[in-house]
Structures are given as C-alpha cells and as structure tokens.
C-alpha cells in the first residue's frame, strides 16, 4: 500500500538538470525499467514521441509494426501501458486501430484505465463559448492555420504559418486575457498554441492511471518530446520513476532518444526481449 501511495504521488516540482546520457543509455534504461523490479508501468507519448510530426494533425503514420509492439508490451506489462496525449482518447482509438489501449486524451481531461473500459472524464472542463469563437475566427483571417476543437481545448498550429509564431502568440494571448477567465491557458507546443483550462494535464493524467489496476503500484516509466510534457516528465523523476526524452532533454529526464524513429526501434527491440524472458 506504501509503495502504490508513493507511485500515485506526484510532486509538479520542475527543476533543471545537467545534459543527460546519449540516446543508445536511453534504450539501455528503458530495457532495465520494463524488464527488471519493481513491476513497471509504461506511458506514452504519441505525437513526436511514437509518431513523426506531420504537416497537418491528420496526416501522422502509424506503422503496423509499432501497433504489434505496443500490443506485445500491452500484453507483457498485464495492462499496464497508456498513451498519454493531446489528441482525445477517441481520435487515438481511430489512428491506432484496430489496437485499444488505455490511454489519457486531451491533456488529461478524460482517461481509460482499462483497454475495454470506459472513458471517464473531468467535468467543467469546456471553454467558453465567446472564447472558443474568437479563437476559432483566427483560421478565417489567417488562411494555412489548423485548429483541433477538442471542446475541453483548442489547438491553433501554425507549422505551414511559421512567420506567423509571434504575431499569433500575441493575439492569442490578448484574446484569452480579454475573456478575463483566469482559469484559460496558453500551452506552447512544436507550432502550436492550445487554449484550455488549468487544473489538468498530463502529470496530473498519469497520477490518475497510477491510482487504479493495473497501474496500481508499479514504478512509472513516461516518454516525451515536448514542453508540453515536461510536467509529466518531471512528476515521474520525482515519483522514483523514470523519465526519457525525444530529441533533446526537458526538464529532470535521465536519457534522451534521438528521434521518434528510434524510440519505435526501441519499443520493437524491448517487446522481443520481454516476450523472450515470458
């Protein structure tokens, strides 16, 4: 019972590290995490971490290869294996298809502990409505931005409007302040600005995994690439779990994998050597 309360508590502590371990020490801790004591519980990250960024959110691949992996960790861990993303749980079940995971949508505002289960969500989550229509006003007078209405966020990306980042930061920023809802946020991401309301995110998101079967007392492994994860990375280091990065270190992470490529290698790799110590 100890152990699964200290698993379940996260400290949101951000705190600045040394330059962690190359890439291949990054595989080498994951292996150790997911096939050594005590019993691991793996999260994911999916957009840039799992996946490549694509132009347009539509467009990402997900190689057959990688949804046979996740299934064999899925199966090996006995459940204990969720994505943890930005995109809604509903959006992953479609890219993932046919595999079902547990997973954490939209930042954390909704969860599934079981791949069978139900989605449970937070309530009062929505944006306002004034709010979300200035918001969603901005792709008509900017042609080339992509906004995800998510209803608990919208996610304004401007990766075919790079000139854009600036000025778009600024009316961004001017429209949730004059919406005068101190609870409306600004998330920065790779080319994008997400609106939604504080309270929820993907530390919190893992918190609520670790608190139920088949999370439930194991040591936390999560993988991220953006600054949008760094909270959960950090909440994990604090946690006693472990916590790798993509492309460059955020935040307390112990290694860092070179690119999303590398980590479905590493995924590929980890599900033939934990299929082959079963």
């Known amino acids: 019972r100890a152990r699964a309360a200290g698993a379940a508590r996260m400290s949101l502590t951000m705190t600045l590290t040394s330059q962690p371990p190359e890439s291949g020490e990054a595989f080498d801790i994951l292996v150790r995490g997911l096939t050594g004591e005590p019993r691991p519980a793996l999260f994911l990250d999916v957009d840039g971490t ?29 459940g204990a294996l969720a994505l943890v993303s930005g995109r809604p749980v509903d959006e992953l079940d479609r890219l993932f298809a046919p595999l079902r995971l547990p997973a954490a949508g939209a930042h954390g505002a909704h ?30 007078r900017h042609p080339g931005l992509i906004l995800e209405d998510k209803h608990t966020s919208i996610a304004i990306h401007f990766r075919e409007r790079p000139a854009l980042a600036r000025a778009l930061a600024g009316a961004v920023g001017r429209i949730v302040e004059a919406a005068g809802d101190e609870s409306v946020v600004v998330l920065p991401g790779k080319a994008v600005l997400e609106v939604k309301r504080s309270g929820f995110d993907k530390a919190r998101a893992i918190r609520i995994l670790m608190a139920s079967e088949p999370f439930l007392g194991r040591r936390p492994i999560f993988i991220g690439d953006d600054v949008t994860d760094r909270i959960a990375l950090d909440a994990v280091s604090a946690a006693g779990g472990i916590a790798l990065s ?20 590493a995924i590929e790799r980890v599900a033939d050597l934990m299929e082959a110590s079963t």
């Open 50 to 78: 799992l996946l490549d960024i694509a132009p347009r959110p539509d467009e990402v691949v997900v190689p057959p290869s990688l949804r046979r992996s996740l299934a064999r960790i899925h199966d090996a861990l006995e």
């Open 111 to 140: 969860w599934r502990t079981h791949s069978a289960g139900r989605t449970e969500t937070l309530p009062g989550l929505a944006l306002p409505t004034p709010l979300r229509a200035q918001l969603l006003a901005l792709q008509e």
């Open 246 to 265: 993509v492309e460059r270190p955020l935040g307390n992470v112990c290694a860092v994998f070179a690119s999303a490529a590398e980590v479905r290698a």
